[in-house]
């Protein structure tokens, strides 16, 4: 299992600040492959990723979903970890994660939640909804999550295959978690804290988010 090759898959638009911030932190010997993934970046992103030798490569079609269903086919490691570069991921669970899944597990899940830990990017709307919608999650399925929504991720690439993960939803993450659940997947949570983000916009519109959730989770639920 220690001859796990890791992939990042770095997924972003328009985070040049956020990018210059956090990609030097990711250390070179926690990976095998890093990619980064762009929705159209304007803003300097692609020329700073060029500029620093990672590869990049512009999504062929819109939205989160779409960027990281076709990013987990171009990268070849066994174990796949999903990083937003806003400044808001700490970079401390990426060995982690690694080491979990060496360790056998399916699907790492990082909690902003856990352990006391907390968002300091959320606000009163946000904090609110992550925790109504990750309670309800594990009302419906057998696990019960701690933070069901960062999207901070680390998994097998062979699940994907296993789990049909075939999708351009915005809740590429949620799908990913809650039929890992319906399989019986070894799935674990490592607490992490969530920063604010550092410059750049917010990309993703919360209350559509919102609604995408509820679809999701009964879509997976009585499918
Ligand atoms: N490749 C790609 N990345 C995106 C897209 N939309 C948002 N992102 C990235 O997804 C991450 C999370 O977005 P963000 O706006 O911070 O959402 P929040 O963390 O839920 O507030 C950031 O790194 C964004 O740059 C997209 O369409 N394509
Ligand atoms: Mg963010």
Avoid: C
Wanted: proline share 3%; charged share 25%.
């Amino acid at each position: 299992m220690s001859g796990m090759k890791v992939s990042i898959i770095v997924f972003e638009v328009n985070e040049v600040d956020g990018m210059r911030a956090m990609m030097p932190q990711i250390k070179r010997e926690w990976y095998d492959e890093l990619i980064v993934v762009d929705g159209g970046s304007t803003d300097g992103t692609i020329e700073y990723a060029k500029e620093k030798g990672y590869s990049i490569f512009i999504q062929k079609e819109r939205g989160v979903g779409a960027a990281l269903n076709e990013a987990v086919r171009k990268v070849s490691g066994d174990i796949v970890i999903i990083y937003a570069p806003d400044g808001s991921f700490e970079v401390d669970q990426i060995p982690i994660i690694t080491e979990k899944i060496r360790a056998g597990y399916d699907v790492v899940n990082v909690s902003r939640y856990m352990g006391g830990n907390k968002s300091h990017d959320d606000n009163i709307f946000t904090g609110t909804a992550n925790w109504i919608f990750t309670k309800i999650a594990g009302l419906m399925f057998p696990f019960q999550f701690t933070d069901f929504l960062y999207t901070y991720l680390g998994f097998r690439r062979e699940v994907i295959s296993g789990l049909n993960i075939d999708n351009k939803e915005r809740t590429w993450g949620q799908i990913l978690l809650l039929r890992a659940v319906k399989k019986g997947l070894k799935i674990i949570e490592i607490p992490g804290t969530e920063y604010k983000r550092i410059g750049g916009d917010v990309k993703v519109p919360k209350i559509r988010a919102g609604w995408a959730i509820v679809k999701t989770l009964m879509q997976e639920k009585f499918s």
